[in-house]
T-cell receptor
Framework: AQSVTQPDIHITVSEGASLELRCNYSYGATPYLFWYVQSPGQGLQLLLK??????LVQGIKGFEAEFKRSQSSFNLRKPSVHWSDAAEYFCAVAGNGNQFYFGTGTSLTVIP | DAGVIQSPRHEVTEMGQEVTLRCKPISGHDYLFWYRQTMMRGLELLIYFNNNVPIDDSGMPEDRFSAKMPNASFSTLKIQPSEPRDSAVYFC??????????????FGPGTRLTVL
């Protein structure tokens, strides 16, 4: 069965520091992978997605993620975090393309 | 396009009352999903529709919950009777296989439900 694990419930980083949010998935075939961001009181916004091809995908707001099949991972990265990046981040996997399975989310705090 | 529209944005009701949440999908999207988000359980898929037909309602917690999609432009999620444990944020999301954003789900702003 498909599933997503986000091992870090909460991460705190300093503004300007680099960021990596972990995501591990379980799926038998090639998955469709997504990262969403949720700001307080808002819905989820897509940051980036991976379907096939280049394993390093670029998204909005300076985020990128790398698909590593051997590790069943799809970690999200940003070289320099801004205070406005403080939010909840969700990784998701879609098997047959329509039903998504979301991780439990990672809450990011950015300190000045 | 205005995106996925949900109403109301906030709802406060008393236990036992009927609650109806509404969703207007993005025009042309043929999949519609209802999610519930709580601190304890995270983001849960309740039900989803394809071309107005319910495909999988296995996430609907119990018979008090029902969802309909009478046409391509409108869906409702109803809770009757409501209970305090139903307090959560309910999201509607839509997806269009024939759109340029193939396979991406677009989320509405959510309805924050509080049952007293």
């Amino acid at each position: 069965a498909q599933s997503v694990t986000q091992p870090d419930i909460h991460i705190t980083v300093s503004e300007g520091a680099s960021l990596e949010l972990r995501c591990n998935y379980s799926y038998g075939a090639t998955p469709y992978l997504f990262w969403y961001v949720q700001s307080p009181g808002q819905g989820l916004q897509l940051l980036l997605k991976y379907f096939s091809g280049d394993t390093l995908v670029q998204g909005i707001k300076g985020f990128e993620a790398e698909f590593k099949r051997s590790q069943s991972s799809f970690n999200l990265r940003k070289p320099s975090v801004h205070w406005s990046d403080a939010a909840e981040y969700f990784c998701a996997v879609a098997g047959n393309g329509n039903q998504f399975y979301f991780g439990t989310g990672t809450s990011l705090t950015v300190i000045p | 396009d205005a995106g996925v529209i949900q109403s109301p944005r906030h709802e406060v009701t008393e236990m036992g009352q009927e609650v109806t949440l509404r969703c207007k999908p993005i025009s042309g999207h043929d999949y519609l999903f209802w999610y519930r988000q709580t601190m304890m359980r995270g983001l849960e898929l309740l039900i989803y529709f394809n071309n107005n037909v319910p495909i999988d309602d296995s996430g609907m917690p119990e018979d008090r919950f029902s969802a309909k999609m009478p046409n391509a432009s409108f869906s409702t999620l109803k809770i009757q009777p409501s209970e305090p444990r139903d307090s959560a944020v309910y999201f509607c999301a839509t997806q269009g296989w024939r759109s340029s954003s193939y396979n991406e789900q677009f989320f509405g702003p959510g309805t924050r439900l509080t049952v007293l």
